[in-house]
């Protein structure tokens, strides 16, 4: 029974992870969404950047993403700071961007230019990649359930015995 356990709790953590990923890349997305259809910018000053690696462990390679911290002054007076993965390359501390921000009680921004339709790929293309997953490990646990779960709710159809029944022996 306990076998039984792990093939249906490693796929279930496995469509969990996927559902909580799908969930961020979808408010990613709306968040983005939101500070261009807002119609505010500002001008920003791009106080650090820096970079971080991840991988790079056996086999596998190394990941580098480019961070860029900006603050800028809302519209209402505040002071925003943020911070935003896969910048330009080219922009450089203390450079002056425009940014794209939502008004509210925690504002979010954007330096990253409108790009509608390319937002939109990329969720989908994730998201269909995630669904994937999804189904994967749906079939996984249907399969695994149809061939090693309990069978004995399942009817079976009475047949008449058939020559391929009997021991070897007793075939005429």
């Known amino acids: 029974m306990s076998m039984d356990f792990m093939f ?13 990923l799908a969930v961020r890349v979808i408010r990613r997305a709306l968040e983005l969404r939101r500070a261009w259809n807002s119609g505010l910018t500002a001008e920003a000053r791009c106080l650090r950047t820096y970079t971080t690696t991840s ?9 580098t993403t480019l961070h860029h911290v900006y603050e800028f002054t809302a519209r209402d007076g505040r002071t925003i ?14 450079d ?24 939109a790929a990329s969720t989908v293309g994730i998201l269909t990649f995630l669904s994937v997953v999804v189904v994967f490990c749906v079939g996984f646990m249907v399969t695994y359930t149809e061939a090693f779960g309990d069978n004995s709710s ?10 391929d029944d009997r021991p070897y022996n007793k075939v005429p």
Not at 102 to 115: D, L
Not at 157 to 162: A, Q
């Open 8 to 20: 249906y709790a490693v796929p279930g953590l496995i469509m969990a992870v996927t559902v909580f």
């Open 55 to 63: 991988g790079g462990s056996g086999d596998s390679s190394v990941r």
């Open 81 to 94: 700071r943020f911070e935003e993965e896969g910048g330009p390359g080219t922009t450089l501390e203390g």
């Open 96 to 119: 002056i961007v425009v940014v794209h921000y939502a008004e509210g009680e925690m504002v979010k921004a954007t330096a990253q230019a409108p790009g509608r339709v390319r937002n």
């Open 154 to 163: 399942v009817s079976h159809v009475d047949e008449p015995p058939s020559i």
